[in-house]
């Protein structure tokens, strides 16, 4: 059961699924985009929006393009996580009274979950697990 579960995951996402989430991540981002000029502070906006039709990007690729995207994706998530981090360090109590509230121990949940996957990505440009032979 391990190695069949290996086989599939190696394969990727199915032409369905990257059809699907390249089509909700693109729309996710042209919104964001269009309504970013409106709000008070639009950069965070614009940079969520190119976030999102950076991951519809790496649905429509394939070769060397989607693996520099993808890395390209991964530094990003390493980098916000990593500031989510310093920021939660600087200033903030080391645990909340729930998981809405920021936290340090959130931080470091979200930077393990997250940021360490993101940044080795975009290091070594492939997890660290071994395809199925």
């Known amino acids: 059961m391990h190695n069949e579960a290996q086989r599939v995951i190696g394969k990727g996402l199915s032409l369905f699924s990257r059809v699907l989430l390249g089509l909700v991540a693109g729309l996710f981002g042209v919104v964001m985009v269009l309504i970013a ?4 502070k639009p950069i965070g906006i ?3 929006g190119a976030f999102c ?3 519809s990007l790496l649905c429509v690729f394939t070769g060397k393009y989607r693996n520099y995207l993808g890395r390209l994706v ?3 998530v390493f980098a916000v996580s990593m500031c989510f ?5 600087s ?3 080391l645990i909340s009274s729930s998981k809405a509230e920021p936290a340090i ?4 949940l979200f930077f ?8 080795w990505f975009a290091a070594k440009g492939k997890f660290p697990i071994k395809p199925y032979e």
């Not at 000029?37 to 008070?40: A, E, I």
């Not at 121990?105 to 470091?108: D, K, L």
């Not at 979950?113 to 993101?118: D, R, S």
């Open 37 to 40: 000029p409106g709000m008070s």
């Open 46 to 48: 614009y940079g969520f």
């Open 53 to 55: 039709i950076a991951i």
């Open 74 to 76: 991964g530094a990003v």
């Open 85 to 89: 981090l310093v920021n939660e360090i």
């Open 91 to 93: 200033g903030s109590k």
């Open 105 to 108: 121990i959130n931080a470091v």
């Open 112 to 119: 393990l979950a997250f940021g360490l996957p993101g940044g």
